[in-house]
């Protein structure tokens, strides 16, 4: 790029002076066989008289000049976009070695030629040259291989920071699962490539909330989103309701429907939203949604104008969305458009190697939601661990049971000593609850309430599968109170929502840290 | 085919005369030469753009396939076809040197069939290059005596770094003769020239001043020239006429160089070969080794042979069927002398 004010200079004193356009032909070890020379409207004259210093200098380089202006050379989208077509219409050849000059230009362009060397749109290195003391010579060069592997310290650098992101994913937790860490691996890579949408895949209680959540937290640190996180089910939706949750609608566009709402599309506006149990949509959303991630817009209920919101997709499921293609339940284009990146999460039976970086983590999440911590004794360790990774631990509900299962020995512990005999209580208490017909529908409530569970009506059942989940991704039993009795609280009918949950939970013989582990 | 010769540039002086002189006398042989660890004992070893420029000048004029011709290349080779004498214009950035180039083509040159007119674009004045005048006064009018019929004119000043300077070599052919150089004979006059391209004139003052106080000359001794080029320059020239020839010393001034440390790193140059007594300086003594071996015989006194002098010996000896000894004398002086051998030397076979 012509440097307006570096490459300045008129009269034989511009030899005294560092020009880097020029310069960087004066190298006795760099010879530039031609220059692809960026000149705004304003520079022409600079140019010419640049283009002859040059051949002066450097008989060998042949210099090509491009006009290419800017209305804002300071504008990210326009500099970037600029350049981007710029380089898209050159020809670039293996027989070719390349330079991008970036020591010119305002700061946004060389980020800019630094990011589309990164990305491979300019098959080459950087270059920058600098001043040496004095301007005796040329000055400094300086070649650099972004392409990681021959650059040392930006690598190591860069793996370390790849380290950390995974152990995000991965909430901390260093498993030993090779499949599951190559998984984690890769999302860490799409996450922070692409923003196509993401498949997860997996059983119940394998952990797709977390690792959606995990995922959204690590793109928001990395300033790769800066809008909210927004999940729902889908299993939880039907009729205008579904549409309005999604979508939003506007006041009175349904029976019920008293003010205006936003819907979690729009919720999402810069950032992601986790649409668990896709596959649960009905086939009306199924199309608003389709567009929605096409087109980033669509049609609030009883709107008559269109919402944009760039948000970020994560759906999940449990169920074979193929299968719901050929079912005629699934729509087969919004898969295509969702299953781009599909990771199916192994549940816990698949992954017995991670049991045991897994029980030390539960172990510490207890320590620290109740201010204490449990220990296993040895042999009540061992016991367990072998149960866990056995065949007769079946697992079903995943990392829920086994969270579960942690929180009732830990809670159990006799002065914080986890014996041979909790351990054996607790594997009893799993089998009896496997043994029993799944509440799939309910996997929550099976968990927390074990042989239980199958004494509750439906209509109580489907009440408290909503307020474990509330509980589970709730801090505090406060703050499931404030989300599962928000509408009173807005009426100002209920000041302690806190005692309201807790009485509701003891009816089930729970409290909070039980009903939150599963 | 014929064999190639093979020359280490790790071996005795691994600089870019090795390059020049394999050039040069590939294209008069016709040998094929490949070079390996070109300039090898560098900080940054591999051709530079000046030795790059060599050797695409010596590819003009012999109509070459050249491998390995790109900077940093620490191998190349190079099969020269068919002299090309004529019209020849090489353009060359300011890091080379157009008196670098002209010593690559010069011999082949000289010996072919036609007469050849040679434009070399770029620097004229550089530091740690034979400067116009010393081609001018000392180089040409010595092997003029050894039967080389050339001319050569400085069209424009070319200094570091704007360059743009012209040097124009008239040449034709040549039959080269064997000469000897033993004394330095008479003293003819000394001169001290000081040129300034758009600096400040007080520059060429000072350089005079200071060298002529140094060497003890008369102020009358001194001119100071302004030239016309493209850009800053300075350049400080002494000359001290023998008998037996010139020998010219120079200085260029660079950016933050003083003027007095410019003038006092030629003076002590020149005080050395006057010390010496001897009649070819040093720089000289690089640049006769090659006619005199086309020549097939002579002898020049000198003061001691450098390495880069006795590493070019060895280089000339790989392509024609001749010897140079080194001899000290009882007075210290170095008796250098050319004689054919007879043998082939390898790269003939």
């Known amino acids: 790029m012509l440097g307006s004010t570096l490459d300045k200079g008129a009269g034989p004193r511009r030899w005294n002076r560092w020009r880097p356009t020029v310069d960087l032909h004066r190298h006795d070890d760099l010879l530039v066989d031609r220059l692809e020379l960026i000149v705004p409207r304003q520079g022409q004259r600079l140019a010419a008289a640049v283009v002859q210093d040059i051949a002066s200098v450097s008989p060998e380089t042949t210099v090509r000049t491009h006009r290419l202006d800017f209305e804002d050379p300071w504008d990210f989208e326009e500099v970037y976009t600029g350049l981007l077509d710029f380089v898209r219409g050159l020809t670039f050849r293996d027989s070719e070695d390349y330079l991008v000059h970036i020591s010119t230009g305002t700061h946004v362009m060389q980020i800019c030629w630094f990011l589309l060397t990164e990305a491979r749109f300019v098959p080459g290195r950087i270059l920058q040259t600098s001043p040496e003391a004095g301007n005796a010579g040329p000055g400094h060069v300086r070649i650099i291989d972004l392409d990681l592997s021959s650059y040392g310290a930006i690598r190591s650098r860069f793996e370390a920071q790849h380290r950390e992101d995974v152990s995000f994913l991965k909430r901390g937790i260093e498993t030993r699962n090779l499949r599951f860490n190559a998984l984690i691996d890769q999302i860490e890579t799409v996450a922070m490539r692409s923003r196509a949408p993401m498949l997860l895949t997996g059983p119940t209680g394998a952990g797709k909330t977390q690792l959606a959540r995990r995922i959204y937290g690590l793109l928001r640190d990395r300033g790769r989103v800066h809008g909210r996180f927004v999940e729902v089910n889908c299993a939880t939706l039907r009729g205008d309701q579904a549409m309005s949750t999604l979508f939003g609608h506007k006041r009175g566009a349904f029976t019920g429907a008293v003010r205006d709402r936003a819907g979690v599309l729009a919720e999402a506006d810069g950032g992601v939203v986790f649409l668990d149990e896709v596959g649960e949509l009905g086939l009306d959303e199924q199309a608003m949604l389709l567009r929605a991630i096409e087109d980033r817009r669509f049609m609030p209920l009883g709107s008559d104008a269109e919402v944009h919101s760039d948000f970020g997709l994560i759906a999940g499921t449990n169920r074979d969305l193929r299968a719901c293609v050929a079912q005629g339940t699934f729509r087969e284009d919004l898969l295509a458009r969702i299953d781009l990146w599909t990771f199916e999460l192994p549940g816990l039976a698949q992954r017995p190697e991670d049991v045991e970086p897994n029980l030390e983590f539960e172990l510490d999440r207890f320590a620290a939601a109740h201010g204490r911590r449990a220990s296993f004794t040895r042999t009540a360790r061992t016991r367990f661990l072998d149960f866990a990774a056995s065949a007769r631990a079946r697992w079903p509900g995943n990392f829920r049971d086994f969270a579960g299962a942690l929180t009732r020995m830990a809670t159990l512990a006799p002065k914080g000593r986890i014996t041979p005999a909790v351990v054996r209580e607790e594997v009893e208490r799993l089998e009896q609850r496997w043994g029993r017909a799944e509440h799939a529908e309910f996997p929550r409530v099976a968990s927390a309430l074990g042989a239980a569970a199958a004494d509750l009506d439906r209509f109580d059942a489907a009440q408290l599968e909503e307020v474990l989940r509330v509980c589970a991704e709730a801090p505090s039993l406060s703050a499931a109170g404030r989300v599962l009795f928000a509408a009173s609280r807005a009426r100002r009918r209920s000041v302690n929502d806190a005692d309201r949950l807790r009485k509701y939970l003891a009816k089930f013989d729970l409290d909070f840290a039980t009903a939150s582990a599963v | ?349």
């Open chain 2, 1 to 349: 085919m014929t064999t190639p010769v093979e020359i280490d540039g790790s071996e005795g002086e691994g600089g870019g005369q090795i390059l020049r002189t394999s050039l040069a006398l590939s294209v008069i042989t016709g040998v094929p030469v490949r070079l390996r660890n070109v300039r090898a004992k560098r900080a940054k070893p591999g051709l530079r753009r000046q030795h790059l420029a060599a050797v695409r000048a010596a590819a003009v004029v012999s109509g070459a396939k050249v491998h390995g011709d790109a900077v940093g290349s620490t191998s190349v080779r190079f099969e020269p076809a068919a002299l090309v004498s004529g019209h020849h214009t090489f353009a060359i950035g300011t890091a080379g040197s157009t008196t670098l180039v002209l010593q690559t083509v010069l011999w082949p040159l000289l010996l072919a069939e036609g007469p050849s007119e040679i434009l070399i674009e770029g620097g004229t004045h550089n530091p740690m290059a034979p400067t116009f005048e010393f081609l001018e006064r000392t180089f040409l009018p010595q092997v003029r005596r050894l039967g080389v019929d050339a001319d050569l004119v400085l069209e424009r000043h070319g200094f570091y770094p704007a360059g743009g300077g012209r040097l124009r070599a008239s040449l034709r052919p040549s039959r080269l003769r064997p000469f000897t150089w033993s004394d330095r004979g008479e003293a003819r006059g000394v001169d001290a020239r000081a040129l300034v391209s758009n600096l400040p004139p007080g520059i060429a003052k000072r350089e005079l001043g200071t060298s002529l106080a140094a060497l003890g000359w008369p102020r009358q001794a001194g001119t100071s020239l302004r030239v016309e080029s493209g850009g800053p320059g300075n350049a400080l020239v002494l000359a001290a006429s023998f008998e037996s020839g010139c020998t010219v010393v120079s200085s260029i001034g660079s950016k933050g160089r003083r003027a007095e440390d410019v003038a006092r790193d030629a003076a002590r140059e020149m005080q050395c070969f006057l010390d010496q007594g001897a009649p070819i300086d040093e720089h000289l003594a690089d640049q006769l080794l090659i006619p005199m071996a086309l020549a097939r015989g002579g002898a020049f006194v000198t003061a001691a042979p450098s390495l880069h002098t006795r590493t070019n010996a060895s280089v000339i000896a790989r392509f024609l069927s001749v010897q140079t000894s080194f001899t000290q004398r009882e007075d210290g002086l170095w008796h250098v002398e050319v004689t054919e051998t007879g043998a082939a030397p390898p790269g003939d076979r």
